[in-house]
């Protein structure tokens, strides 16, 4: 592939992506995790713009990082919010 | 021990499937297989053939209705697996952790928030009915009503909410998608076609592509609602506390 | 192919979808209904079945365009005998664990919950409906989910913690293996850009892509093992179907784990053919010595289970291994007796589950030796256990000794003595463990105070099932030749 | 060679492991429930890529535009409804991670299965 400002953008997103899932996966507090894993998705979002899927970055965007983050909200303040030892 | 075999086994899956991926057509081509065998059919004729400008709703509602069928019904079983975990919250005893907290939410929050909704709400109807002819559709627009009501949900708490969509309103609506789809279904069966045709062979030429744009949007707007009303009833199902009926602390 | 009855299959899935969407309604109405009405519905959905007798020619199938789309382009049902057969067993199973969950989940379950149980119930029944005709990998998949995610509430719907954590260790290996689903369908759709099984069988021979097609086989079928409970990845499988209400163990451990089981057939000769079995051959074998292990392994760990249901669910892991040796056999005779062993196994262990789950209502026992003495209280349950247990074990007239037949002749046919040895000694295991159970019942002395004299069997609607099921057993052994030939032929067909 | 080429495919199957390990090796609940989360949405990713083509356009007709020059909706539209059983999931995995924390007080499964075994033995 030659080396383009688009390509170059996709390479950018997608280690941010791989940055973010590993502190996602990593941190010890839930809520940061939470948060992590909501840019996460938010960054997949902007991805799968990239890659000409509007109605799925739409998609995404309002349930990846939306719903689903608040899902996840819900349960950590309804069980802890470290991990435990 | 048993930690380092499950990282070897991951390490290795990582490789095995990296070798997989550099055996794969190279990305991007147009000599694919993907892009040469079934696609070209739903590019050249969708507009055609399913009345929808947006491929993807073409595909999703029409070429591949039977899938959308059980999209729709997994997110109503995410439900009533929900309530069959939790419980469905009872009327006037629910109680949250934004109560709890006893920290209110600042003026500020709460004017954006009140004053943002009812466009969110606008956006989305928008979304839901030109699902056909720009990106988005029924689906997307049920999250994006979704998420609006949970936003409104964080900031003033579930009482309030839960008497701006009452509990009536919402257990007439979550089963709509799948009803609406099923009875679309049956439709195209007594319309002389097969399960799920849209253009009823029974209906004269003229008349079918107004048909099939109709059905598109009755269809997308049962799954938007019952869509938006399955999330909000999941995560009110999911904020309830417990024996909540003690008094406030 | 005309006249209305091949709309039949694809209502038989959507009549119960939407009964469940209609449910809360009838709820809101009339609460004590809604056993009835999931009853029904399944009723109408069997009922519509019977309707094909007859019509689905042997060693072809019935295909059916969903919206008209000719395939590739739409979904198709592809139904052929197997297929259909499978379809008539969920359909008629579930009719019998709907009927029966009505009086057992009034115990069970708390109130509110109910109509939530019933919706979940019609769910799992039809998605398997869906998943066993499907001609589509991708909706595959979306049965699957539905089948997956209505399974892990209803383990957990009795609220109990023991139920919840099983039902949360079932949900950590399922999801994961859901989503290998996913990526095997996508290797596979990369490569041959299709989704239907017949134009995907047509594609994968001539495909250049070796490594890409091996790869997505050896993901679909691991990820279709945890679903079944093949051995290694079979540990959620005994506290899930064991702590489960009964009924809902007997549609786990009878349908749920075997439609998985099947899946894996449709995918070795509906997708890979016999063309591509060149390619995939060392996942086949290594499927075959974990299904061997599975009779053995499942065999020896349910004797030494104290609690009766969780003997009845090891006992499943290892019938699961006879269906996967079937498949694995690659010939008409060892596909017949695994689509039969699917049958006669759902029936026998949904049987078993029922007794025990008679046992659990009446008395709240759980343990093997809490069953000595059982049959004055109780004779008529532990009779139809015996005969379902006669089954498990594979002894004529039963329907199981005609499967087992078949699978050992399939095995020996292909040349695999070794595996017809492991099926032989996996009966020999199964007997060990169904006669204590049937010892301790009838000739054992109750101990003090545990069975009085007086007869008290568990209500009629919960017995009433429970013997259909265990006649069915002697009634699929005695006239197994009304579909025996069909099924081969249907079987000769995928080869 | 074509890992190079189809390097998006390849941070895809990254991601899936990184989930996977989430998934088996963090002892805490709702860790395991984003791996899940993110495995999902790398598989997603895949399929996506596997519809992208070389300076393609979303797959929407609007004047002038020539069909062929369109990605493959497909994929698309299958990863809609991945989406919708992604979220069910999550959802489903929640409310049981809510209901254990009630029961058992802790998240963590090395505790909810030690106390298993101490029940049976």
Request: hydrophobic fraction near 55%; include cysteine.
């Given at each position: 592939?030659?080396?383009?400002?688009?390509?170059?953008?996709?390479?950018?997103?997608?280690?941010?992506?791989?940055?973010?899932?590993?502190?996602?996966?990593?941190?010890?507090?839930?809520?940061?995790?939470?948060?992590?894993?909501?840019?996460?998705?938010?960054?997949?979002?902007?991805?799968?713009?990239?890659?000409?899927?509007?109605?799925?970055?739409?998609?995404?965007?309002?349930?990846?990082?939306?719903?689903?983050?608040?899902?996840?909200?819900?349960?950590?303040?309804?069980?802890?919010?470290?991990?435990?030892? | 021990?048993?930690?380092?075999?499950?990282?070897?086994?991951?390490?290795?899956?990582?490789?095995?499937?990296?070798?997989?991926?550099?055996?794969?057509?190279?990305?991007?081509?147009?000599?694919?297989?993907?892009?040469?065998?079934?696609?070209?059919?739903?590019?050249?004729?969708?507009?055609?053939?399913?009345?929808?400008?947006?491929?993807?709703?073409?595909?999703?509602?029409?070429?591949?209705?039977?899938?959308?069928?059980?999209?729709?019904?997994?997110?109503?079983?995410?439900?009533?697996?929900?309530?069959?975990?939790?419980?469905?919250?009872?009327?006037?005893?629910?109680?949250?952790?934004?109560?709890?907290?006893?920290?209110?939410?600042?003026?500020?929050?709460?004017?954006?928030?009140?004053?943002?909704?009812?466009?969110?709400?606008?956006?989305?109807?928008?979304?839901?009915?030109?699902?056909?002819?720009?990106?988005?559709?029924?689906?997307?627009?049920?999250?994006?009503?979704?998420?609006?009501?949970?936003?409104?949900?964080?900031?003033?708490?579930?009482?309030?909410?839960?008497?701006?969509?009452?509990?009536?309103?919402?257990?007439?609506?979550?089963?709509?998608?799948?009803?609406?789809?099923?009875?679309?279904?049956?439709?195209?069966?007594?319309?002389?076609?097969?399960?799920?045709?849209?253009?009823?062979?029974?209906?004269?030429?003229?008349?079918?592509?107004?048909?099939?744009?109709?059905?598109?949007?009755?269809?997308?707007?049962?799954?938007?609602?019952?869509?938006?009303?399955?999330?909000?009833?999941?995560?009110?199902?999911?904020?309830?506390?417990?024996?909540?009926?003690?008094?406030?602390? | 192919?005309?006249?209305?009855?091949?709309?039949?299959?694809?209502?038989?899935?959507?009549?119960?979808?939407?009964?469940?969407?209609?449910?809360?309604?009838?709820?809101?109405?009339?609460?004590?209904?809604?056993?009835?009405?999931?009853?029904?519905?399944?009723?109408?959905?069997?009922?519509?079945?019977?309707?094909?007798?007859?019509?689905?020619?042997?060693?072809?199938?019935?295909?059916?365009?969903?919206?008209?789309?000719?395939?590739?382009?739409?979904?198709?049902?592809?139904?052929?005998?197997?297929?259909?057969?499978?379809?008539?067993?969920?359909?008629?199973?579930?009719?019998?664990?709907?009927?029966?969950?009505?009086?057992?989940?009034?115990?069970?379950?708390?109130?509110?919950?109910?109509?939530?149980?019933?919706?979940?119930f019609l769910l799992m029944s039809a998605s398997m409906m869906g998943f066993v005709i499907t001609g589509d990998v991708f909706n595959l998949f979306v049965?699957?989910?539905?089948?997956?995610?209505?399974?892990?509430?209803?383990?957990?719907?009795?609220?109990?913690?023991?139920?919840?954590?099983?039902?949360?260790?079932?949900?950590?290996?399922?999801?994961?293996?859901?989503?290998?689903?996913?990526?095997?369908?996508?290797?596979?759709?990369?490569?041959?850009?299709?989704?239907?099984?017949?134009?995907?069988?047509?594609?994968?021979?001539?495909?250049?892509?070796?490594?890409?097609?091996?790869?997505?086989?050896?993901?679909?079928?691991?990820?279709?093992?945890?679903?079944?409970?093949?051995?290694?990845?079979?540990?959620?499988?005994?506290?899930?179907?064991?702590?489960?209400?009964?009924?809902?163990?007997?549609?786990?451990?009878?349908?749920?784990?075997?439609?998985?089981?099947?899946?894996?057939?449709?995918?070795?000769?509906?997708?890979?053919?016999?063309?591509?079995?060149?390619?995939?051959?060392?996942?086949?074998?290594?499927?075959?010595?974990?299904?061997?292990?599975?009779?053995?392994?499942?065999?020896?760990?349910?004797?030494?289970?104290?609690?009766?249901?969780?003997?009845?669910?090891?006992?499943?892991?290892?019938?699961?291994?006879?269906?996967?040796?079937?498949?694995?056999?690659?010939?008409?005779?060892?596909?017949?007796?695994?689509?039969?062993?699917?049958?006669?196994?759902?029936?026998?262990?949904?049987?078993?589950?029922?007794?025990?789950?008679?046992?659990?209502?009446?008395?709240?026992?759980?343990?093997?030796?809490?069953?000595?003495?059982?049959?004055?209280?109780?004779?008529?349950?532990?009779?139809?256990?015996?005969?379902?247990?006669?089954?498990?074990?594979?002894?004529?007239?039963?329907?199981?000794?005609?499967?087992?037949?078949?699978?050992?002749?399939?095995?020996?046919?292909?040349?695999?003595?070794?595996?017809?040895?492991?099926?032989?000694?996996?009966?020999?295991?199964?007997?060990?463990?169904?006669?204590?159970?049937?010892?301790?019942?009838?000739?054992?002395?109750?101990?003090?105070?545990?069975?009085?004299?007086?007869?008290?069997?568990?209500?009629?609607?919960?017995?009433?099932?429970?013997?259909?099921?265990?006649?069915?057993?002697?009634?699929?052994?005695?006239?197994?030749?009304?579909?025996?030939?069909?099924?081969?032929?249907?079987?000769?067909?995928?080869? | 060679?074509?890992?190079?080429?189809?390097?998006?495919?390849?941070?895809?199957?990254?991601?899936?492991?990184?989930?996977?390990?989430?998934?088996?090796?963090?002892?805490?609940?709702?860790?395991?429930?984003?791996?899940?989360?993110?495995?999902?949405?790398?598989?997603?990713?895949?399929?996506?890529?596997?519809?992208?083509?070389?300076?393609?356009?979303?797959?929407?007709?609007?004047?002038?535009?020539?069909?062929?020059?369109?990605?493959?909706?497909?994929?698309?539209?299958?990863?809609?409804?991945?989406?919708?059983?992604?979220?069910?999931?999550?959802?489903?995995?929640?409310?049981?991670?809510?209901?254990?924390?009630?029961?058992?007080?802790?998240l963590d499964v090395n505790r909810l299965f030690r106390e298993e075994e101490e029940e049976a033995g």
């Amino acid at each position: 592939m030659e080396p383009s400002f688009g390509a170059l953008l996709n390479v950018l997103l997608l280690s941010l992506l791989l940055v973010t899932a590993l502190l996602a996966v990593s941190s010890r507090d839930l809520l940061a995790s939470v948060i992590l894993f909501s840019a996460y998705s938010l960054l997949m979002a902007l991805m799968w713009q990239r890659l000409q899927a509007p109605d799925l970055a739409l998609t995404e965007a309002a349930v990846g990082a939306g719903i689903t983050t608040v899902l996840f909200l819900v349960a950590i303040f309804r069980t802890r919010r470290r991990e435990e030892e | 021990m048993k930690r380092l075999v499950s990282l070897l086994f991951i390490g290795a899956l990582a490789l095995l499937l990296l070798y997989v991926v550099s055996k794969m057509p190279p990305m991007g081509e147009p000599t694919n297989p993907t892009m040469t065998h079934v696609v070209p059919r739903y590019l050249e004729k969708s507009e055609g053939e399913a009345h929808a400008r947006n491929v993807v709703t073409g595909v999703i509602i029409n070429y591949r209705g039977f899938d959308t069928l059980g999209e729709v019904t997994v997110i109503y079983c995410a439900l009533a697996a929900v309530l069959a975990v939790l419980g469905r919250e009872k009327r006037g005893r629910i109680r949250d952790y934004v109560e709890l907290s006893g920290i209110p939410s600042s003026v500020i929050v709460r004017t954006m928030v009140a004053l943002v909704v009812p466009f969110i709400v606008l956006f989305s109807l928008y979304v839901i009915l030109h699902g056909e002819m720009s990106p988005g559709g029924g689906f997307q627009g049920g999250a994006v009503i979704g998420a609006s009501m949970i936003i409104f949900t964080t900031v003033f708490g579930l009482h309030l909410s839960s008497v701006k969509v009452p509990l009536k309103v919402r257990a007439a609506l979550e089963g709509s998608a799948v009803i609406t789809f099923f009875l679309v279904g049956i439709a195209g069966i007594l319309g002389g076609g097969n399960f799920l045709a849209y253009a009823w062979p029974r209906v004269s030429q003229s008349l079918q592509p107004a048909l099939v744009t109709w059905l598109t949007v009755l269809v997308e707007v049962g799954i938007g609602l019952g869509g938006a009303m399955v999330f909000v009833s999941i995560l009110f199902a999911m904020v309830r506390e417990e024996g909540a009926d003690e008094p406030l602390a | 192919m005309s006249g209305a009855y091949r709309h039949f299959p694809i209502l038989m899935v959507t009549i119960p979808f939407f009964g469940a969407a209609l449910l809360p309604f009838l709820a809101y109405l009339r609460r004590k209904a809604v056993p009835w009405a999931s009853a029904f519905f399944l009723a109408i959905s069997g009922g519509l079945g019977t309707f094909l007798v007859g019509k689905i020619p042997p060693g072809g199938h019935l295909s059916y365009p969903l919206g008209g789309w000719e395939p590739p382009y739409g979904i198709e049902l592809r139904v052929d005998f197997s297929g259909y057969f499978l379809m008539m067993a969920v359909a008629g199973i579930s009719l019998a664990a709907v009927i029966y969950s009505r009086r057992y989940i009034e115990k069970e379950v708390e109130g509110g919950r109910i109509t939530a149980y019933y919706v979940l119930f019609l769910l799992m029944s039809a998605s398997m409906m869906g998943f066993v005709i499907t001609g589509d990998v991708f909706n595959l998949f979306v049965m699957m989910e539905i089948l997956s995610i209505s399974s892990y509430a209803l383990v957990a719907v009795t609220g109990n913690r023991n139920a919840v954590r099983a039902a949360f260790k079932y949900l950590l290996m399922g999801a994961p293996s859901s989503i290998m689903v996913l990526l095997g369908v996508g290797l596979l759709y990369s490569v041959t850009g299709t989704l239907n099984m017949a134009d995907l069988a047509a594609r994968v021979g001539d495909t250049g892509y070796r490594e890409v097609l091996i790869a997505s086989y050896a993901i679909l079928v691991l990820a279709f093992m945890v679903k079944a409970a093949v051995f290694p990845l079979h540990l959620w499988l005994p506290d899930a179907h064991s702590i489960a209400p009964s009924p809902i163990s007997a549609m786990l451990s009878g349908l749920v784990v075997a439609v998985s089981a099947f899946a894996v057939a449709r995918i070795t000769f509906s997708v890979f053919t016999v063309h591509a079995w060149g390619l995939v051959g060392t996942t086949l074998e290594a499927l075959a010595v974990a299904g061997a292990a599975a009779v053995l392994f499942g065999g020896i760990m349910a004797i030494y289970q104290k609690d009766f249901k969780m003997m009845i669910a090891y006992s499943t892991i290892s019938h699961m291994g006879y269906v996967v040796l079937g498949i694995t056999a690659l010939n008409p005779e060892g596909i017949t007796g695994a689509v039969y062993h699917i049958l006669d196994h759902g029936i026998a262990k949904a049987c078993l589950f029922m007794c025990a789950g008679n046992f659990i209502y009446r008395k709240g026992f759980r343990k093997i030796e809490q069953l000595k003495g059982a049959w004055r209280e109780m004779p008529w349950t532990c009779f139809a256990f015996s005969l379902a247990a006669w089954s498990i074990i594979g002894l004529p007239p039963s329907a199981g000794f005609i499967s087992k037949w078949y699978l050992v002749y399939g095995s020996v046919r292909a040349g695999k003595v070794p595996y017809a040895v492991v099926l032989l000694v996996g009966s020999i295991l199964a007997a060990v463990y169904c006669f204590r159970v049937v010892y301790y019942m009838f000739f054992q002395p109750a101990k003090e105070g545990d069975w009085g004299e007086r007869l008290s069997e568990a209500p009629a609607s919960m017995s009433v099932p429970t013997w259909a099921l265990s006649l069915a057993t002697l009634f699929f052994g005695v006239f197994s030749y009304l579909f025996l030939d069909s099924l081969l032929k249907a079987a000769a067909q995928l080869l | 060679m074509n890992l190079w080429h189809n390097f998006h495919y390849a941070v895809a199957m990254v991601l899936f492991c990184v989930g996977l390990y989430a998934v088996i090796m963090r002892r805490n609940i709702i860790k395991k429930i984003i791996g899940i989360n993110i495995m999902e949405t790398s598989v997603f990713l895949f399929l996506i890529s596997i519809g992208y083509r070389k300076g393609g356009v979303a797959p929407v007709h609007v004047e002038g535009l020539d069909p062929s020059r369109m990605v493959n909706p497909l994929p698309q539209s299958l990863i809609l409804t991945g989406i919708v059983v992604a979220v069910s999931i999550t959802a489903l995995a929640l409310s049981l991670a809510i209901l254990l924390y009630r029961q058992f007080g802790t998240l963590d499964v090395n505790r909810l299965f030690r106390e298993e075994e101490e029940e049976a033995g």
